[in-house]
């Protein structure tokens, strides 16, 4: 589907703009649900044992944070900020992963 064809079935023009950026934040939710995904799934195949039940028991506890913390954070913070500390936060996990694989390889 072009914009276009989402600008003409969307609506009134004072509101494409917005609508366009929810269509965008929903694609990027799915993307992001498929990545999550892929990983459990590929953790399913290489690691089974990496699935077990403090796994599961951790899971909902850390949904509940998210919604308690995080959400209310990142809804205060607004767009810019809440990109740079994603940013911030992607980079720093990175680094603490490539240091922990160099340092205990």
Known sequence: MSKTTIVATIGPASNTAETLLALHRAAISRYYLLFGTIQLGTLALLRPAALDVRGAVMA??????????GNVLFARA????????????????????????????
Do not use: D, N, Q, W
């Open 78 to 105: 607004g767009a810019p900020l809440s990109e740079r500390a994603m940013t911030a936060f992607i980079g720093v996990y990175g680094a603490v992963v490539l240091a922990k694989t160099l340092v205990f390889a």
């Open 60 to 69: 909902p506890i850390a949904v509940a944070i998210y919604f308690a913390v």
